[in-house]
């Protein structure tokens, strides 16, 4: 099977300016994740979708970040404006997300090294 | 709460040697376990899973790892390491509503 796909792999932006992500889940799945990986550190959640529908955004900085699922398939993970905070590997995961007997593991994208000016 | 503690933020093994990671979990039943390999500029790898079938679990490269109840533990082990093993380490737990729980990762460095 194809796996979760993100683009781009690489963005260098200056502070204050937007970017946004691409994430195309695995085929079928009904839960997509967004996590944010520091330098250094395991993956954050920002945001977890169940097919359209947000389950899960209680770390997502909401002032400055937005994510989107709109079709229940691939989403997009926005940031305006950047700060220098914001240096981090994005990263999309997907799981088939059945229900409470699921237990799937999560699927990952490879990431998006974003670096802020 | 569910959670997972990942014992070692750092191990040093040389080639040739067992290496062991260890992870203790904390839920009030018999979680989904996973263990996820990272290397350099990658996403994160699932290594194996473990789902409340065998309670050793064999995975990809020569890993295994062991779900011990008794000990709420769940411990990576490969009989002898190789240089492409160095890498970060997640153990991750699920929750029933498609919650995943990370580790805060080990280091895995392999000397020649």
């Known amino acids: 099977e194809a796996g979760v796909a993100q683009s781009p792999r690489y963005k260098i932006i200056e502070k204050r300016q937007s970017v946004a992500f691409w994430c195309n889940p695995i085929s079928g799945h009904a839960t997509l994740y967004w996590y944010q990986q520091i330098l250094g550190q395991g993956p954050k959640l920002l945001i977890q979708?169940?097919?359209?529908?947000?389950?899960?955004d209680s770390q997502l900085p909401k002032d400055r970040f937005s994510a989107e699922r709109l079709k229940g398939v691939d989403s997009t993970l926005k940031i305006q404006p950047a700060k220098l905070e914001d240096s981090a590997v994005y990263l999309c995961a997907s799981t088939y997300g059945a229900g409470s007997l699921d237990n799937s593991p999560l699927h990952f994208g490879n990431g998006t090294r974003l670096t802020v000016t | 709460a569910q959670s997972v503690t990942q014992l070692d933020s750092h191990v040093s093994v040389s080639e040739g040697t067992p290496v062991l990671l260890r992870c203790n979990y904390s839920s009030s039943y018999s979680p989904s376990l996973f263990w996820y390999v990272q290397h350099p500029n990658k996403g994160l790898q699932l290594l194996l899973k473990?789902?409340?079938?065998?309670?050793l679990v064999k995975g990809i490269n020569g890993f295994e790892a062991e779900f011990k109840k008794s000990e709420t533990s769940f411990h990576l082990t490969k009989p002898s390491a190789h240089m492409s093993d160095a890498a970060e380490y997640f153990c991750?737990?699920?929750?029933?509503?498609?919650?995943?729980?990370f580790g805060t990762g080990t280091s895995l460095t392999v000397i020649p």
């Open positions: 473990y789902t409340s079938a065998a309670t």
């Open positions: 991750v737990s699920r929750s029933t509503g498609n919650q995943f729980y």
């Open positions: 979708f169940q097919n359209n529908g947000v389950v899960d």
